[in-house]
């Protein structure tokens, strides 16, 4: 059994939290390690939305990981409600020891629980190691994802 805790994440639980989305190859360019209005913004906004849930993984009093659910309703797959899982990270000097898998597997279960007909996200191109670690979790890359930057 593990010893990590899954919880929504907090005011307090921000500075952490964008230090996990910058400690990375592509949110070193990205993201910053400085709360600003904009973090400030968005973590309220989310937190405001009965939709959407940031979640923290504790170990030991330390924040090891996060991520984003987006519950999204729908009229395809017969009115069901589809979850939609983003910014998941764990903290460098914790990969590589199974925490990823519990955290999303916590994640997808959730989704589960709610009744959602399906877990979907997207991971960049360049992310081979996500590619395999989400194939691992059962996901299939079914669909061609595209974005367009504004």
Known sequence: MSDMIFREAVRADLPA?????????????????????AYERAFADISADPRNVLVVAEQDGD???????????????????RSLIESVRVRSDRRGQGRGRELMEWAIDQARQRGCALVQLTTDKSRTDAHRFYLNLGFTASHEGMKLPL
């Open 17 to 37: 939290i964008i230090a996990l989305l910058a400690d990375d190859v592509l949110g070193k360019a990205r993201d910053f390690t400085q709360v600003d209005a």
């Open 63 to 81: 924040l090891v990981g996060c991520l984003q659910i987006t519950y999204i309703p729908g009229l395809g797959r017969h009115g069901a409600e």
